[in-house]
Nanobody, 114 residues
Framework: QVQLVESGGGLVQAGGSLRLSCEAS????????MGWYRQAPGKQRELVAD???????NYADSVKGRFTISRDNAKNTVYLQMNSLKPEDTAVYYC????????WGQGTQVTVSS
């Protein structure tokens, strides 16, 4: 079983920045891919970015050039640095970890005001 603890969400003005963190703990042999998804009201959950154990990152087109995903394998932690935030980035952001079983965090609200 894997437990995920997220932090870093909040309210920010358009153009601002936030950094999300997610630490994994529990009983697992290894973590493969770590990532972030988001879900806005009335919309489906979508991939924001993910990163493999080797550091290969994948981004949604809508966040390329603005968001940066990184991970600390020693701490089993994944980060999402979000810059130049837009109102359309407003959503609940969910951490995702694969062992390769998929685990989800509880979600953290990000609200970007115009």
């Amino acid at each position: 079983q894997v437990q995920l603890v997220e932090s870093g969400g909040g309210l920010v003005q358009a153009g601002g920045s936030l950094r999300l963190s997610c630490e994994a703990s529990g009983s697992f042999l290894s973590i493969t891919t770590m990532g972030w998804y988001r879900q806005a009201p009335g919309k489906q959950r979508e991939l924001v970015a993910d990163i493999t154990g080797g550091g290969d990152a994948n981004y949604a087109d809508s966040v390329k050039g603005r968001f940066t995903i990184s991970r600390d394998n020693a701490k089993n932690t994944v980060y999402l640095q979000m810059n130049s935030l837009k109102p359309e980035d407003t959503a609940v952001y969910y951490c995702n970890v694969r062992t390769p079983i998929w685990y989800w965090g509880q979600g953290t609200q990000v609200t970007v005001s115009s």
